[in-house]
């Protein structure tokens, strides 16, 4: 069964996902406990209004690869920046990986995904692998996008690009019970715990100041936030 450990960095909590290899999986695919198996009918350049994001009106919505494979960095999958949008059922799961052996000591970084994520995957990754997740496009981080970036973020949304996606600022979130809600500042998609800013685990009414100099925010399993300054 696949499990969250909870990682210590400095005085704040976060969630990092561990995979362990699916029972139903005959190639080894890492899942969150749930079937890995390929949903149907992926949707190219999905809505972001599914997602929660706010969208960078500016990029093409091409599909760079599908999101059901297992993908060699450098033939199949080009190091960059790619993204993931619409996925509602909390089944889409990647990883970037080191080499081919299935192993855990292979995981360079891996994800559990609702709503969006975005991934950078670099020259020194072996695999890039994509379980059950809308179908990925490539993103040009220095792309400043066009329009006004949201002011509120869907509390499960996932990933969204500071300053495209949302606005930078302080947002609230109230009424998390669960203690389910997790929120990430990050200054890259990289998804190490260097690129992590902060973070924090949530119950009740959380608060974060979201800096311009932020790559990305992340918020998974709490309320809506919606921003106050």
């Known amino acids: 069964m696949g499990m969250k450990k909870k990682i210590v960095l400095g005085a704040a909590v976060g969630f990092v996902v561990i995979a362990a290899v699916s029972a139903n999986s005959g190639d080894g695919d890492k899942s969150d406990g749930k079937s890995s198996s390929a949903s149907a009918d992926r949707k190219a350049g999905s809505d972001d209004a599914k997602s929660g994001s706010g969208g960078d009106k500016s990029e093409k919505r091409e599909v760079a690869f599908s999101g059901d494979g297992t993908f060699?960095?450098?033939?199949?999958?080009?190091?960059?920046?790619?993204?993931?949008t619409g996925n509602t059922d909390g089944m889409c799961y990647w990883e970037r990986a080191k080499d081919a052996s299935g192993e855990m000591d292979s995981l360079i970084a891996n994800d559990n995904v609702t709503g969006t994520s975005y991934v950078t995957v670099v020259a020194g990754d072996k695999l890039f692998k994509s379980t059950d997740c809308e179908d990925w496009e490539a993103v040009d981080e220095k792309a400043k996008g066009t329009g006004s970036p949201a002011t509120s973020a869907k509390g499960d949304g996932g990933m969204y690009r500071v300053g495209v996606d949302l606005?930078?600022?302080?947002?609230?979130?109230?009424?998390n019970t669960d203690g389910m809600c997790y929120w990430e500042r990050a200054k890259d998609a990289q998804h190490s715990l260097n690129s992590i800013r902060a973070n924090d685990n949530v119950t009740g009414s959380g608060i974060v100041t979201i800096s311009a100099d932020d790559a990305y925010f992340k918020t998974t399993g709490c309320k809506d936030w919606k921003k106050t300054a």
């Open 167 to 175: 606005a930078p600022g302080t947002y609230k979130s109230t009424g």
């Open 72 to 84: 060699e960095v450098g033939k199949d999958v080009k190091p960059g920046t790619y993204r993931t």
